[in-house]
């Protein structure tokens, strides 16, 4: 594996208290940075904080719900009150929806989802821009998926915001590419995660169906992920921005 240097560097990573949120602090940590730790569920966030503070890593956490401006806004602030600055965000906080022809869905529901995944990612890079537009560097990295690519039936919901997630990426990206800022995505195929896990429970042969497209024959792991948005994040790809970047075991090339 790569051995990148971000010290003395700042991260965010929303979502960061399992899967591949969790496997990015992490990566980040391992590789100097100080990370700032945004999550919803509070126990299960300070216990892996804490648990990252116990091996000598600069942690602080913050709890955020994404969907709602107010709450990032003051996360942004206060990680740079406390830190200084912000290089690099990792905006994976998101949820999943149910299979439900698009008939039947919900609007409930499509509002539920959009509310983290769609509006949760825009509220972040608003404020995560106007920082770096400051300091006339950053780099961005957005969670969108392989439903940003690609179409499933049953799962328009999930896959509108996952698709509207690269068009925030590609038009920011526009914006910022020649002030200093770099803004990508990552579009995971069937990463191994809690919610995955959950998805194999209640959707068996719904993830049976999925699990024969993976050209590679198994389930990615939340660590191949990070490794992916730290390379984004760093000097080696200086040159990529407003990419959508597949990491799926060849799913999306089908």
Not at 180 to 196: D, L, S
Request: charged residues 20%; negative net charge.
């Amino acid at each position: 594996m790569v051995k990148y240097d971000f010290s003395g560097k700042v991260a965010l990573v929303t979502g960061a208290a399992s899967g591949m949120g969790l496997a990015t602090v992490r990566a980040f940590c391992a590789s100097g940075a100080s990370v700032v730790m945004a999550d919803i569920r509070q126990d299960i966030l300070f216990r892996e904080a804490n648990a990252l503070r116990a091996k000598g890593y600069n942690v602080k956490t913050a709890l955020c719900d994404v969907s709602d401006e107010e709450q990032v806004r003051h996360m942004i602030e206060e990680t740079v009150r406390e830190c200084g600055q912000l290089d690099a965000a990792y905006n994976n906080a998101g949820i999943q929806s149910p299979i439900a022809e698009t008939a039947d869905a919900s609007s409930e529901e499509f509002e539920r989802v959009s509310a983290i995944n769609l509006r949760g990612v825009w509220n972040c890079m608003k404020y995560e821009l106007q920082q770096m537009r400051l300091q006339k560097s950053g780099a961005i990295v957005n969670c969108s998926s392989l439903g940003g690519l690609v179409g499933i039936a049953g799962r328009g919901v999930y896959h509108a915001t996952k698709h509207g997630v690269l068009g925030l990426t590609k038009s920011a990206a526009l914006e910022y590419a020649a002030r200093g800022i770099q803004i990508n995505a990552v579009c995971p195929g069937i990463i191994r995660t809690p919610m995955v896990e959950d998805m194999l429970n209640s959707e068996p042969e719904a993830m049976d169906e999925l699990m024969k497209l993976q050209p590679i024959g198994r389930l990615g792991e939340a660590e191949e992920i990070a490794r992916a948005v730290l390379w984004l994040c760093s000097s080696d790809a200086s040159f990529v921005t407003g990419q959508a970047l597949a990491v799926d075991g060849g799913y999306t090339i089908q």
